[in-house]
């Protein structure tokens, strides 16, 4: 696979004798596809059923006659004022039960049905207009679902597909009083018609009920995703995506990924630094204009696995952004950094978002590959360097890690619904695993928890899942390591008689312990556990102890269970003592610096503002060292 570069474009948003010279710029820049569409449904219909696509055929003509190839998307995640007047109950409502209103984006209930025929509507139109252009080269389907809070909403409409998905999954009332456990404080109902929405109690709702309205949520997303494939697949043989966004788990992924061709995602390393990642304020200034050295990568390979192996960026950071609390500049070489760890990780297209900065609007303060004025952004020479970096690359083949982390979105459903502690969560405990595989050098797999079962790996991590599915124990590998919290609750949100996935270890969790984040517990040797500790028992031999003598880590047979969140010394030996009982080779490295394997090349990847020095080769400051494979890795 030869991966290529595009870009997100708004021509309704220029002036139409701007396209063809922009189109033009696009591929002088080494640009290959242009994605186009997914906001302008006010244009394509600015009354109901006055459907104006004129604009768009010339703007899809412009591109496709510049060579570019077209990703059209469906304009669903922006319904224009209209269709409010055309249905008034179609918000989305928050937890305090009010409607989330227009004026921005993404107004819209997953469960209302008629919204849904409006979006299959527009997208049939779409699809016999463009399904067989040869322009249109791929689909998006609607934009960043869940992004904006918005997958969960306690509308009427939700309400009553709630009472029949619950129907659905219970068959009686009592089956589900039962699985439930609402003898507790006498919750329990006579009918499927009595239950409500788990918000606006008086104190704590049911998490069984909690976790059944999250699962609930989340199928929401893939019907809703579902119903405009379905309209789409039989219009076009191109294929259909949809860009998913970083660190928002409110939806099952993989469900959604099921039903599409490709998995993307919109990545904005920056933003994501100082908005969405728990990390001490050192760690935040010391990568302020790089973006987290392993946040991206986390991401690229989970997608790669939504996406069934084919993934792409579909918004690529190219400047400040406007949404974060603080948003500088990426420092010079960083927007070709993230273009070729994205390459090195599998992604097929890397897309900048966008092309010119809107000099009207919510994102005017967000930068493009050109200015407002048309003059370049310094994204625009990165763009085309890293165009010829492709060129001078050539094929770029994906191959099976020896280590993988299973992933699991209700897992992390559950740990929201009852965190039990403060200030923790699954994402945090997952991505920290993930991060120390990294630092010692190793290519990682994610995995769905409840996939079919994959052979090959030496060391699998089922560390968290919290809701582990019967699937996640059928994974072969040398080793696995589960706990805190795997397999503790089941799917119901009741304590399992005996852990899942735990069969081939005597070890029995008696007691769980929550603990402030400046409190540790000190692991003989070095390292400790943080926020959660699970006190262990049983014959199964102790691989760690804490001070106090009882179990940090139990194992035996292949199977290993952690007893708390590692801190990064802690993690580091887990891994080593990990890795050398499987027989696995670590290539530990220097802060910052991050190392991706492919079937052709070693990719080494500097996030620091200075040159590194590793095993003989030096890598400049926010640069990538593109080994072949099969030489030395030694300089
Ligand atoms: C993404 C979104 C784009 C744009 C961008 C700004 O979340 O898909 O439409 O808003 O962020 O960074």
């Known amino acids: 696979m030869k991966p290529e570069l595009g870009v997100c474009y708004y021509p309704e948003h220029w002036p139409e004798d701007m396209w063809a010279e922009d189109a033009a710029r696009m591929v002088e820049t080494g640009l290959t596809w242009v994605r186009i569409g997914e906001f302008a449904w006010s244009r394509m219909e600015p009354s109901p059923g006055d459907l104006q696509f004129e604009w768009l055929d010339r703007a899809i003509d412009v591109l496709g006659a510049a060579g570019l190839k077209v990703v059209l998307g469906t304009p669903t995640a922006t319904p224009p004022r209209w269709m409010l007047d055309k249905h008034p109950d179609m918000l989305a409502v928050d937890a305090q039960g009010q409607p989330r209103k227009f004026g921005s984006r993404r107004h819209?209930?997953?469960?209302h049905q008629d919204f849904i025929e409006e979006c299959t509507r527009i997208a049939r139109i779409m699809g016999e207009r463009y399904g067989r252009n040869p322009h249109v080269a791929a689909w998006q389907i609607d934009n960043e679902y869940g992004c904006h809070e918005t997958t969960v909403s306690y509308?009427?409409?939700?309400?009553?597909?709630?009472?029949?998905?619950?129907?659905?999954q219970y068959g009686t009332v009592e089956v589900l009083n039962t699985a439930w456990g609402n003898v507790f404080w006498a919750m329990e109902y006579d009918s499927f018609d009595q239950i409500d929405l788990p918000n606006l109690t008086v104190t704590e709702p049911n998490p069984a009920h909690v976790l059944a309205f999250r699962r609930f949520s989340s199928d929401q997303v893939a019907v809703f995703n579902k119903a405009q494939v379905d309209v789409l697949r039989p219009l076009t043989d191109a294929p259909l995506l949809h860009n998913y966004m970083g660190r928002i788990l409110d939806f099952d992924h993989f469900k959604v990924g099921e039903d599409l061709d490709i998995a993307t995602w919109d990545s904005y390393p920056i933003g994501f630094l100082s908005d969405r990642l728990e990390a001490d304020e050192a760690h935040k200034i010391t990568f302020l204009q790089q973006g987290d050295p392993d946040l991206q990568a986390f991401h690229h390979d989970l997608y790669r696995a939504v996406g069934r192996g084919r993934w792409w960026v579909m918004e690529q950071q190219p400047g400040p952004v406007n949404w974060a609390p603080y948003n500088p500049a990426p420092l010079p070489g960083m927007v070709r950094l993230w273009s070729l760890e994205a390459v090195a990780h599998g992604a097929e297209v890397v897309s900048y978002f966008r092309w010119r900065q809107a000099p009207f609007g919510q994102e005017q303060m967000?930068?493009?590959?050109?200015?407002?004025?048309?003059?370049?952004?310094?994204?625009?020479?990165?763009?085309?360097q890293t165009a010829d970096d492709l060129a001078q690359l050539g094929a770029v083949t994906q191959t099976q890690a020896d280590v993988a982390i299973l992933f699991d979105y209700a897992s992390d459903w559950a740990w929201t619904t009852q965190p039990q502690g403060a200030g923790f969560n699954y994402f945090r405990l997952v991505f920290?695993?993930?991060?120390?595989?990294?630092r010692a050098g190793l290519s990682v797999d994610l995995l769905s928890a409840s996939e079919t079962p994959k052979a090959g790996y030496k060391l699998l991590f089922a560390h968290g899942l919290a809701t582990l599915?019967?699937?996640?124990?059928?994974?072969q590998s040398q080793l696995t390591v589960y706990g805190p919290r795997s397999g503790a609750i089941t799917r119901d949100f009741q304590i399992p008689k005996a852990r899942p996935g735990l069969s081939e270890l005597d070890c029995e969790v008696d007691l769980v312990e929550t603990l402030p984040p400046n409190v540790r517990r000190e692991v003989v040797g070095g390292g400790a556990a943080q926020h959660w500790v699970d006190r262990l028992s049983g014959s199964a031999p102790d691989l760690l102890t804490y001070a106090?003598?009882?179990?940090?880590?139990?194992?035996?047979n292949?199977?290993?269970?952690l007893s708390g969140f590692p801190d990064e010394a802690l993690w580091d030996r887990v891994i080593s003592m990990a890795a050398q009982e499987v027989g696995l080779t670590l290539h530990p490295l220097p802060a910052g610096l991050r190392r991706r394997e492919t079937e052709q090349h070693v990719f080494l990847i500097n996030y620091t503002s200075a040159p590194v020095s590793w095993n003989g080769r030096e890598i400049a400051a926010c640069d990538v060292l593109i080994l072949k494979k099969h030489a030395p890795e030694g300089g």
Do not use: I, M
Request: proline share 8%; with cysteine.
């Open 108 to 111: 819209y209930c997953f469960s």
């Open 155 to 168: 509308s009427q409409p939700a309400l009553q597909a709630f009472r029949l998905w619950l129907a659905d």
């Open 366 to 384: 967000h930068a493009g590959l050109l200015t407002p004025n048309n003059a370049p952004a310094p994204a625009l020479a990165e763009a085309r």
């Open 469 to 475: 599915d019967d699937k996640a124990e059928q994974h």
């Open 558 to 561: 292949g199977v290993w269970y």
């Open 548 to 556: 106090d003598g009882t179990p940090a880590l139990k194992g035996e």
């Open 432 to 438: 920290s695993a993930y991060r120390a595989l990294r």
